[in-house]
Nanobody
Framework: QVQLVESGGGLVQPGGSLRLSCAASGSITSINAMGWYRQAPGKQRELVAAITSAGRTNYADSVKGRFTISRENAKNTVYLQMNSLKPEDTAVYYC?????????????WGKGTLVTVSS
């Protein structure tokens, strides 16, 4: 089984910064991409940022220029540096892994970490 463990959430004032981390452990053959999604109260889960094993990145328009996703392939760890945070960034942030286990494509989710942006 594959586990994703997130850390780094918390309370921050508007304009502040946070860095989220997600470490994947367990048996997986290969990882295609890792990313971060978020879900605010009363809203659907949405993609925040993703990064492929080759380093290609994709960001939601709402976070471009403020958030940066990076990855340490050797550690199966993905990071999300969040700067210039806004109250509308408040949400539970979920780590996502898209990979292959054995012969099967698999998608895994972390349990989520809460980010609250408030003064």
């Amino acid at each position: 089984q594959v586990q994703l463990v997130e850390s780094g959430g918390g309370l921050v004032q508007p304009g502040g910064s946070l860095r989220l981390s997600c470490a994947a452990s367990g048996s997986i053959t290969s990882i295609n991409a890792m990313g971060w999604y978020r879900q605010a109260p009363g809203k659907q889960r949405e993609l925040v940022a993703a990064i492929t094993s080759a380093g290609r990145t994709n960001y939601a328009d709402s976070v471009k220029g403020r958030f940066t996703i990076s990855r340490e392939n050797a550690k199966n760890t993905v990071y999300l540096q969040m700067n210039s945070l806004k109250p509308e960034d408040t949400a539970v942030y979920y780590c996502n892994l898209d990979g292959v286990r054995g012969y099967y494509g698999m998608v895994y989710w972390g349990k989520g970490t809460l980010v609250t942006v408030s003064s």
